[in-house]
């Protein structure tokens, strides 16, 4: 089975400074991921995906994840937050199946301040 | 153009009644998910549809839920004799086709909230 486990679930940062939001896979394939972005009381939007072509991967809004297999890991960064930054965000695993549903890790709140 | 469009907004039932939740998919979108998010659960997967394949709804987690997809269009999630445990955010999704490599483009969703 596959599956995705996201290590903070708050994460706070001071605008102007760098982001990161972490992200462990388990596949026994090759896996495809993506990140997420839900803002309070929106929809969720993606940010950015990896389907096995270069391994850092360039998203909306400044943000960048790298996958990492040796570390088993899809991290996401920005180097700058920004106070519209401020949301949850899901690290998901699609499913290699017939269905191609999505796996949601539990989500990390990234606070922005002043 | 027009995203998913998810109907109603907003759901309040009381205990022990059935609802019914409405989504519209991005048109020419041949496949379409349900997913549930909730306080205790996170974000878990429901039921999947695909052109006129049969559905895979090996997420549903009773056989009070049960969803159709009219025309391979607009679906319908049936929720039948409401539980509290039920109250939740129901989010539709739908892409252009089955794929590992397509995005699927969500919906805003409904909040269910069951007295």
């Known amino acids: 089975a596959q599956s995705v486990t996201q290590l903070d679930s708050h994460v706070s940062v001071s605008e102007g400074t760098p982001v990161l939001l972490r992200c462990n896979y388990s596949s026994s394939y090759s896996p495809s991921l993506f990140w997420y972005v839900q803002h309070p009381n929106k929809g969720l939007q993606l940010l950015l995906k990896?389907?096995?072509?270069?391994?850092l991967v360039k998203g909306i809004n400044g943000f960048e994840a790298e996958f990492k297999k040796s570390e088993t890991s899809f991290h996401l960064t920005k180097p700058s937050a920004h106070m519209s930054d401020a949301a949850e965000y899901f690290c998901?695993?699609?499913?290699?199946?017939?269905?191609?549903?999505?796996?949601f890790g539990t989500g990390t709140r990234l606070q922005v301040t002043l | 153009g027009a995203g998913v469009s998810q109907s109603p907004s907003n759901k309040v039932t009381e205990k022990g009644k059935d609802v019914e939740l409405r989504c519209d998919p991005i048109s020419g979108h041949t496949a379409l998910y349900w997913y549930r998010q909730s306080l205790g659960q996170g974000l878990e997967f429901l039921i999947y549809f695909q052109g006129n394949s049969a559905p895979d709804k090996s997420g549903l987690p009773s056989d009070r839920f049960s969803a159709e997809r009219t025309g391979g269009s607009v679906s319908t999630l049936t929720i039948q004799r409401t539980q509290q445990e039920d109250s939740a955010v129901y989010l539709c999704a739908s892409s252009v086709r089955t794929s590992r490599d397509n995005e699927q483009f969500f919906g805003p969703g409904t909040r269910l909230t069951v007295l």
């Open positions: 998901v695993v699609i499913h290699t199946g017939t269905t191609s549903k999505l796996t």
């Open positions: 990896y389907t096995s072509a270069a391994t």
